[in-house]
């Protein structure tokens, strides 16, 4: 399968599918070594397919990661020009008395 078309799947799917082709991967390899596999290169179309499904997903969690990470410096941003007013650092008092 490309990988455009895991690209169109669902995270929960995806993760789904990697342990469909991890299972697939092991029975194959079992039956290779057992000698009953006919079609070894089924074992090589497995293994890029898991490959592609974990590439979709980590390209998915890198993408998550960066929006956090822009969400939090926007709003340290936005947080920390509240404090300046006219070039000026504005200071609180901060209930303290003497």
């Known amino acids: 399968m490309k990988a ?4 169109e799947m669902t995270t929960e799917e995806l ?6 082709f991890s299972e697939q ?3 194959l390899r079992l039956q290779k070594a057992t000698g009953q596999l006919e079609d070894v290169m089924k074992i090589r179309k497995i293994r890029r397919d898991l ?3 974990k590439t979709v997903l ?5 993408k998550r ?6 969400t939090k410096k926007e709003e340290h941003k936005n947080r920390a ?3 300046k007013q ?13």
């Open 51 to 53: 490959a592609r499904v």
């Open 65 to 70: 990661k960066k929006r956090r990470r822009d």
């Open 15 to 20: 993760e789904s599918e990697a342990g469909n």
């Open 81 to 83: 020009s509240g404090f």
């Open 58 to 62: 980590t390209e998915r969690k890198r």
């Open 86 to 98: 006219n070039g000026k650092v504005r200071r609180s008092l901060g209930g303290s008395t003497l």
């Open 25 to 27: 991967l092991f029975r």
């Open 4 to 7: 455009a078309k895991f690209r």
